[in-house]
T-cell receptor, first 114, second 114 residues
Framework: DTEVTQTPKHLVMGMTNKKSLKCEQHMGHRAMYWYKQKAKKPPELMFVYSYEKLSINESVPSRFSPECPNSSLLNLHLHALQPEDSALYLC?????????????FGPGTRLLVL | AQSVAQPEDQVNVAEGNPLTVKCTYSVSGNPYLFWYVQYPNRGLQFLLKYITGDNLVKGSYGFEAEFNKSQTSFHLKKPSALVSDSALYFCAVRPFTGFQKLVFGTGTRLLVSP
């Protein structure tokens, strides 16, 4: 089983709202990732957690705040977003953070910021 | 810089015909290469990867890819296309440095006509 789940599937929020995206995997994977994908573009890495510690932040604005409460869960807290942040947010996980490891993606949360 | 290029925005093929989706890479060190497929409004599904060994890699749904070091290519192939193969295909590379990061090509839309 290589399932990564994400909730919610869709989210509409105003620029003053605070919301959170949730990602979960039960494969025992120890690396988890957040990607952002704009329409008709490839995914772009935002954050990487390795063994529940933040290991990569790709210079993401502070209005995005990741959190890894345990090895199965990954959250992305959103605050004061801009309309240009509207995108598909993808979560992924891999067994370990190594270069040969396969990343398995969830279905994504489609975010619309008004 | 580590990168992959997908020279075709779209590939059109008739059902039953062989298909090829092209990918070339530019990396220093050993290339770790991946293919993913994305159906509309969905996350990315892993198809196959090349780490080392045989140049012909077999993956999910009848897809395979050929690693060619001299031409720095990793083209995705399938002997007989299905209409259901119509989707967006991404080639990706894991850089030698920053190994946790997956860098995607721009994507190729495959359209299989009945």
């Amino acid at each position: 089983d290589t399932e990564v789940t994400q909730t919610p599937k869709h989210l509409v929020m105003g620029m003053t709202n605070k919301k959170s995206l949730k990602c979960e995997q039960h494969m025992g994977h120890r690396a988890m990732y957040w990607y952002k994908q704009k329409a008709k573009k490839p995914p772009e890495l935002m954050f990487v957690y390795s063994y529940e510690k933040l290991s990569i932040n790709e210079s993401v604005p502070s209005r995005f705040s990741p959190e890894c409460p345990n090895s199965s869960l990954l959250n992305l807290h959103l605050h004061a977003l801009q309309p240009e942040d509207s995108a598909l947010y993808l979560c992924a996980s891999s067994q370990a953070p190594g270069a040969t490891e396969t990343q398995y993606f969830g279905p994504g949360t489609r975010l619309l910021v008004l | 810089a580590q990168s992959v290029a997908q020279p075709e925005d779209q590939v059109n093929v008739a059902e039953g015909n062989p298909l090829t989706v092209k990918c070339t890479y530019s990396v220093s060190g050993n290339p770790y290469l991946f293919w993913y497929v994305q159906y509309p409004n969905r996350g990315l599904q892993f198809l196959l990867k090349y780490i080392t060994g045989d140049n012909l890699v077999k993956g999910s749904y009848g897809f395979e890819a050929e690693f060619n070091k001299s031409q720095t290519s990793f083209h995705l192939k399938k002997p007989s296309a299905l209409v259901s193969d119509s989707a967006l295909y991404f080639c990706a590379v894991r850089p030698f440095t920053g190994f946790q990061k997956l860098v995607f090509g721009t994507g190729t839309r495959l359209l299989v006509s009945p």
